[in-house]
């Protein structure tokens, strides 16, 4: 069974940076592509970034573009979300997740299969 763990969330000020890791277990983590999303209160859960089982190719959302990078080491089963120039809009429970099997790069919520429990980011104005 696959599991998903996040870590490295917590509370920082408007500009300044964290970094997100999600540990991955229970199966040939290089074979697949990796997301990152997000949810504020009272909003959708959005895309943030993916990236190809490789790490050779990403692709994001238009409002991280520039500030936030996602990278995978696939001898530590890790995918990261480095996170720049973070904004109070940043706000929000923060997830990784994989797809059930082997695909291209999705920006779709019903695109991925497993989930993390999520790591809360906080950013101060």
């Known amino acids: 069974q696959v599991q998903l763990v996040e870590s490295g969330g917590g509370l920082v000020q408007a500009g300044d940076s964290l970094r997100l890791s999600c540990a991955a277990s229970?199966?040939?983590?290089?074979?697949?592509?990796m997301g990152w999303f997000r949810q504020a209160p009272g909003f959708e859960r959005e895309f943030v970034a993916a990236?190809?089982?490789?790490?050779?190719?990403?692709i994001y959302a238009d409002s991280v573009k520039g500030r936030f990078t996602i990278s995978r080491d696939n001898a530590k089963n890790t995918v990261y979300l480095q996170m720049n120039i973070l904004k109070p809009v940043d706000t929000a429970v923060y997830y990784c997740?994989?797809?059930?099997?082997?695909?291209?790069?999705?920006?779709?919520?019903?695109?991925?299969?497993?989930w993390g429990q999520g790591t809360q980011v906080t950013v101060s104005s």
């Open positions: 990236i190809w089982g490789s790490g050779g190719t990403s």
């Open positions: 997740a994989a797809p059930r099997a082997v695909m291209t790069m999705s920006k779709r919520v019903d695109d991925y299969a497993y």
């Open positions: 229970g199966r040939t983590f290089s074979m697949y592509s």
